[in-house]
């Protein structure tokens, strides 16, 4: 019998390219990437790839708190998926950053942003 209370441990390698759906089981995107603190290994958060079909925002990322998001084993269809809950109108406005354009300097406002905007606390006050 599985511990309903057991945390899963998951590769970064696993994570990147996981289709994201929000709660209507729309396709949004997939997760690009996963940016961690160097100094603790905890997740700052998930850069989020939005399908084309969804929004019209192909040049734009978007910065997820991982504690905003869902993680299901599989999906109707067999698949692994995150789900994020969130409408069309609500991920327009979410934080990002344009693909071409990694922020590459520390991302206080990019993080502190997306967790205000997601209404997720900040685990790591260090912004």
Do not use: C, H
């Amino acid at each position: 019998m599985e511990n309903p209370n057991a945390t899963t441990l998951l590769s970064a390698s696993s994570i990147k390219g996981t289709s994201v759906k929000n709660l209507r089981d729309e396709e949004i995107g997939t997760i690009k990437d996963v940016m961690l603190y160097t100094d603790t290994g905890e997740i700052a958060y998930a850069v989020l790839s939005v399908n084309t079909g969804f929004l019209n925002l192909e040049s734009k990322y978007f910065a997820i708190p991982w504690e905003a998001m869902s993680f299901i084993r599989a999906s109707r269809s067999g698949e692994e998926v995150i789900t994020l809950d969130v409408d069309k109108e609500k991920l327009e406005n979410s934080p990002g950053f344009d693909k071409d354009d990694w922020p590459m300097t520390p991302q206080s406002e990019i993080i502190s942003a997306a967790f205000k905007y997601y209404d997720v606390p900040l685990r790591n006050q260090r912004f």
